[in-house]
């Protein structure tokens, strides 16, 4: 099976709705691929929240499961490291017959990748401001990203 998407990661609001179903349409025709052959599928982006609960007796969260970067929206270097951790959680799990899984929250908190959710959750904060209302720094910040061609979002990545 292959997922294909779509998502509008614009900042600024209030602006004109982007007809995205075309969009997708004509990305997809150039991929050969018929729309009408596909199911549609819509799906809030999930940020990591290190509030959250990420595990319970016998189920661990990985992925998108777990949360996306809150920074930037992309998810697939903490699937991957996600991905190990819940892993090496469960098969500890087996070796010692606990599957309550109870250290997985401290797993990720101490980890690489959750330390740098952590670190892009609180970058996150300071450019979008909370709830996702652009602060002044965030609109300094889409305008230099503006006047570079996107090379200030290089210059992000942390
Ligand atoms: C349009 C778009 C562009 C993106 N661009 C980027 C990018 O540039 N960089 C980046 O880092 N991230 C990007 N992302 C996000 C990234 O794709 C995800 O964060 C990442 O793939 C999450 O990995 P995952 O393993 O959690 O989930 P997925 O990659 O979605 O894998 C889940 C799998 O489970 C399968 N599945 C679902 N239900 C069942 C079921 N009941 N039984 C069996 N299998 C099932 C699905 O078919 C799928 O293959 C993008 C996302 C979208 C939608």
Redesign the pocket.
């Known amino acids: ?1 292959m ?5 509008d990661s614009r900042l600024r609001r209030p602006q004109a709705p982007v007809p995205l179903k075309q969009a997708f349409e004509a990305a997809l025709h150039a991929r050969g691929v018929a729309l009408a052959e596909c199911t549609l599928l819509g799906h809030p ?1 999930r940020c990591y929240d290190p509030a959250a609960r990420h595990s319970a007796p016998r189920v661990l969260l ?4 777990v949360g ?2 809150p920074l ?8 991957l490291g996600l ?1 190990i951790l819940a892993a090496e959680t469960a098969v500890d799990g087996l070796a010692r017959d606990d599957l309550r899984f109870r250290d997985y929250e401290r797993r990720i908190r101490t980890s690489a990748v959750g330390r740098w959710l952590r670190v892009r959750r609180l970058t996150a904060h300071v450019f979008y401001g909370r709830g996702g209302r652009n602060s002044t720094l965030g609109a300094l910040w889409l305008r230099a990203r503006a006047r570079s061609g996107g090379a200030a979002l290089d210059a992000l990545s942390l």
Not at 72 to 79: K, N, R, V
């Open positions: 099976m997922n294909r998407g779509i998502f982006a990985a992925g998108d499961a996306c970067d930037l929206g992309e998810g697939i270097t903490s699937a991905g």
